[in-house]
């Protein structure tokens, strides 16, 4: 199901990151993610609850920026 708060998301398996972006295009990514969480956060039906339940201050982050995205892109 679409959320209405998150635009999207990937979970990078090897390193545990967890990139997230909101619909207001404020992109973060969460670290030390177990991959059960990112499993259960992608079948979730309301990922903007889960995540505000299981993920957002639970897990260190960082916003990424605009350099950051043109560096590694």
Same mark, same amino acid.
């Given at each position: 199901m679409p959320s209405s708060v998150i635009l999207r998301f990937v979970y990078d398996e090897m390193e545990g990151n967890l990139w997230v972006e909101? $619909?207001?295009g404020r992109r973060y990514v969460y670290s030390g993610v177990p991959h059960d969480v990112a499993e259960t956060f992608r079948g979730a039906f309301s990922?903007?609850?889960y995540f505000? $339940?299981?993920i957002r201050?639970?897990?260190p982050y960082r916003?990424?920026?605009h350099s950051e995205e043109k560096a590694t892109g």
């Open positions: 909101f $619909t207001t990922k903007g609850v505000n $339940t299981r201050d639970r897990f916003e990424v920026t």
